[in-house]
């Protein structure tokens, strides 16, 4: 019974967090980037976000059971290439107005 109200009320919070917000993505861009208004630690919490809520949470568990060393292999890996980003990449994303690395290499290389 608790696990019905505990899921109840967590699902509850979470959809109206989500129709709350749904109405200010008025384009692309505040939906994608969010307008390229966060600051270097609110891009870091979304990245975070991103990793552990789906990706480490799912993806990682099941490698592990599998697989073994390749789940800690892709932790840390995930780690390293956030630090990559953020030192080497961040600044020129943002200074030349695009989204993704493949992007500013296809700007670039065609």
Known sequence: ??????????????????????????????????NRSLSCTGVSWVIIGTLVAGVSTIGTVQAAYSDGISAGIFTFGSGVSCFILGCFFAKALREEGVVTVSEYLGKFFG
């Open 1 to 34: 019974m608790l696990y019905k109200i505990t899921f109840l009320i967590t699902f509850t919070l979470i959809t109206l967090a989500t129709v709350r917000r749904s109405t200010g993505a008025h384009s692309a861009a505040v939906f994608s980037v969010a």
